[in-house]
């Protein structure tokens, strides 16, 4: 069973850091490329970071780039992403994803996401 739970959210004021995490099991993590999205209310979800397999490769949204850094531990499952320099427009529902191919047929999967909001 594919299970992906984040952590690390929270409340933090402009200019201030939060790092997620996001703990993976029931598929071979450290041979799928994994993303980081976000969805702030009243708005589409939207892909902030994804990161190859083995961590080699990144891309970023341009409203994060320079500000977050996604990365990998594969002995240990586990996405984080690392925001740093943290804007109210940042406010948001954020979400670990991977896309498994199972006989031809790809599927996305979800964690239940973790908030941040950033907020004087």
């Known amino acids: 069973q594919v299970q992906l739970v984040e952590s690390g959210g929270g409340l933090v004021q402009p200019g201030g850091s939060l790092r997620l995490s996001c703990a993976a099991s029931?598929?071979?993590?450290?041979?799928?490329?994994m993303y980081w999205y976000r969805q702030a209310p009243g708005r589409e979800r939207e892909l902030v970071a994804r990161i190859s397999s083995a961590g080699g490769s990144t891309n970023y949204a341009d409203s994060v780039k320079g500000r977050f850094t996604i990365s990998r531990d594969n002995a240990k499952n586990t996405v984080y992403l690392q925001m740093n320099s943290l804007k109210p427009k940042d406010t948001a529902m954020y979400y670990c994803?991977?896309?498994?191919?199972?006989?031809?047929?790809?599927?996305?999967?979800w964690g239940q996401g973790t908030q941040v909001t950033v907020s004087s």
């Open positions: 994803n991977v896309i498994l191919t199972n006989s031809g047929n790809s599927r996305d999967y």
């Open positions: 029931g598929f071979t993590f450290s041979k799928n490329y």
